[in-house]
């Protein structure tokens, strides 16, 4: 094989392992739906307690349906998106689909977060950073499937906030918001190495089941050769008495012959008997080394 083939080989598999890659970590988002709605659900509720103490009922209710309403709208995307499962066909547009619904998340936190600032009540900017903080933690944990769908929550939902309170909160609150923007790049740089841990996990994953299934095939191929050998040797023992009983009759057959065109036709069977004995010595000697 050329270089050239063989780099092309390589980009191929490298290629197929990328896309093995992205069907588990969508399988993994849609399998881990249920749970992670929860938890951000609890998210919602605490900080809304929080919020109906310093901001007011009102406030309290728009971040609770504002919150709620991204919350349905992720964990229904998630089942009524390839409800057969994810695939090599769907995969793609699934994950686009769940970064879309990310970003919108990343938006209503982050929207929320600037919108319930008081600058005369310095609890608010403390409430913003918790709210687009909590939103955006669960990305740089070890449990993170996917890393673009973390870039799109986090990208509209901290930066904005940070923006807002460098260019509009009077000093020293704007460095609050630089201090957010820091947590911003720490989280990407995070997120980065939690990434490769989680390829790495599931490459690991697979290896093990593509493992399992070799021993299970070899398993396989070992008792089919078992069984071949059990039927070569039973078939030898069983032809073996017949064709050497077939030869005493023909001796004895020949005995009793005439004329020249009886003989000839016996030679005929003769020869045909010997191939058969040929073919039965051949089986034996498979059996035999099968057997070793």
């Known amino acids: 094989m050329c270089s ?27 399998k881990r739906v249920g749970g992670s709605c929860m938890i951000v659900q609890f998210l919602i509720a605490y900080t809304a ?60 936190w982050g929207a929320v977060a600037i919108y319930q600032i008081d600058f005369r009540q310095e609890y608010t900017i403390f409430i913003g950073c918790l709210l687009v903080s ?10 993170s499937a996917y890393r673009p769908g ?10 904005p906030f940070s923006v807002f309170l460098m260019i509009n909160a009077p000093a020293p609150f704007g460095l609050v918001g630089f201090a957010m923007l820091v947590y911003f790049a720490f989280a990407m740089f995070l997120s980065a190495r ?25 398993k396989a191929i070992q008792r089919a050769s078992e069984d071949k050998t059990r039927f070569l040797a039973a078939t030898g023992h069983d032809l073996s008495q017949p064709l ?27 020869e045909s008997w010997r191939a058969q004995k040929e073919l039965l010595q051949g089986i034996v000697d498979v059996s035999r080394i099968d057997s070793g």
Do not use: C
């Open 194 to 218: 939690v990434e490769i841990e989680t390829r790495d996990t599931i490459a690991a994953r697979q290896k093990k089941a593509l493992t399992e299934k070799v021993i299970q095939q070899n």
């Open 4 to 30: 050239s083939d063989l780099m092309a080989e390589l980009i191929e598999n490298s290629a197929t392992d990328f896309v093995d890659l992205r069907i588990e970590q969508a399988r993994v988002l849609k």
């Open 49 to 108: 307690v929080i919020i109906y103490f310093v901001s007011g009922l009102n406030t309290a209710l728009l971040w609770v349906a504002s919150g709620t309403t991204s919350v349905v709208a992720t964990y229904f995307y998630a089942k009524l998106m390839a409800p057969h499962g994810i695939t090599r066909d769907n995969y793609r547009i699934y994950l686009i689909g769940h970064t879309i619904v990310s970003a919108m998340t990343g938006m209503v």
């Open 244 to 270: 050497q009983s077939q030869g005493f009759f023909m001796q004895a057959l020949r005995d009793t012959l005439e004329n020249a065109d009886q003989h000839a036709l016996l030679d005929q069977v003769q």
């Open 150 to 159: 973390y870039v799109a929550l986090s990208l509209f939902s901290v930066p």
């Open 134 to 143: 909590s939103i955006t933690l669960g990305g740089v944990l070890p449990s």
